[in-house]
């Protein structure tokens, strides 16, 4: 079992940056990690992967060149630097995590996920 807890969220000017952190106990460094984000009244989507190495990454169209995960085996911790932050990324973002490595990734792929932590981009 994985236990996943996010923090680091909160307001922000757009243009600015934020990094968001994701603690997690259990075996991590076998699971392969997600960014989901769930912006107010819509579905919850994908945002980036990463490979439980870190070898592999992935990143949803809306965010590439932008966001970048990371995440540090060592320390159970995983990571999502968000640049050059626009008002259409305000969400709750969430981390999850899954043993699969696919092509593309849904909510139903994943086996553990966060409570989330509120990301709100301003003018």
């Known amino acids: 079992q994985v236990t996943l807890v996010e923090s680091g969220g909160g307001l922000v000017q757009a243009g600015g940056s934020l990094r968001l952190s994701c603690a997690a106990s259990g075996p991590f460094s076998t699971y392969n990690m997600f960014w989901f984000r769930q912006p107010p009244g819509k579905e919850r989507e994908f945002v980036a992967a990463i490979s439980w190495t870190g070898g592999g990454i992935d990143t949803a169209d809306a965010v590439k060149g932008r966001f970048t995960p990371s995440r540090d085996n060592v320390k159970n911790m995983l990571y999502l630097q968000m640049n050059r932050l626009q008002v259409e990324d305000t969400a709750v973002y969430l981390c999850?995590?899954?043993?699969?490595?696919?092509?593309?990734?849904?909510?139903?792929?994943?086996?553990?996920w966060g409570k989330g932590t509120l990301v709100t981009v301003s003018l």
């Open positions: 999850a995590a899954s043993r699969n490595w696919l092509v593309s990734w849904s909510s139903a792929d994943m086996e553990y």
